[in-house]
């Protein structure tokens, strides 16, 4: 589903974010990034979302070659990739049920649609109580679930979780990552970066270390090591 092709991304200065890498994320794959910071991982997921362009090589979404999409095609592309970001950035001023019906509004979706779709992915991620919530009458776990539930809601190919557990307690980070495998076990391929040791070695699914720029581990049950 998603290949990477010797792809290196130079800066200005010389500085090398992603220097000759390669893999494949195969369908319904769950996939962790991991190694320090600067080591490269965000500068993947941004190729991926096409928010960076390779200095040399492709990254691949089915047979597209993503970079080689025309402007107009970019949003629709993006679309089929759901984001989970470390900071949650819901809309203040729109309840948990807002937030999620605006992701749906954006990608067209309507009326009918939103008031079918916007309970059972709160129900999904256990907070249909929450739904007319806004995000500072929530805590940074539920923040993060609604989160979770505004980018699954227009059912994406892939989910990319870019440091989802970040500022969370452990009891929180337990719970998200639970609910990421649930997606996961619903066919979604995950692609997860995190710095958390224990969610790694929980998971014992695939994960790719990175180190300046570089895959140097690449292991189909792995553990973090650094």
């Not at 999904?124 to 500072?136: A, E, H, R, S, Y």
């Not at 679930?145 to 970040?166: C, F, K, L």
């Not at 076990?185 to 300046?212: Q, Y």
């Amino acid at each position: 589903m998603i290949h990477f092709d010797k792809v290196s991304k130079i800066y200005s200065g010389n500085v090398a974010a992603l220097d000759d890498v390669t893999f494949s994320v195969a369908p319904g794959e769950f996939v962790s990034i991991v190694g320090h910071s600067g080591a490269g991982k965000s500068t993947v997921l941004k190729m991926l979302l096409v928010e960076e362009w390779p200095t040399s090589g492709s990254v691949f979404f089915e047979s597209t070659d993503v970079h080689a999409l025309h402007a107009r095609d970019i949003p629709a592309y993006r679309r089929r990739i759901g984001v989970v970001f470390q900071d949650f950035r819901l809309l203040p001023h729109k309840t948990a049920y807002e937030n999620i019906a605006f992701a749906m509004e954006v990608a067209g979706r309507d009326d009918a649609e939103i008031s079918s779709d916007v309970p059972e992915v709160l129900r999904l991620v256990d907070l249909k109580d929450k739904m007319w919530n806004f995000p500072d009458e929530l805590s940074g776990g539920e923040r993060q679930r609604i989160a979770i539930a505004r980018a699954i809601v227009n059912q994406p190919d892939v989910i990319v979780a870019d440091e989802p557990t970040g500022n969370l307690d452990p009891k929180n980070t337990k719970e998200i990552i639970e609910i990421l495998q649930r997606i996961n076990e619903l066919n979604t391929t995950v692609l997860l970066t995190t710095h958390n040791k224990g969610v790694i070695d929980s998971l014992g699914k695939r994960v790719l270390t990175m180190e300046r720029g570089k895959i140097v581990r690449d292991d189909k049950k792995g553990r973090y090591v650094l």
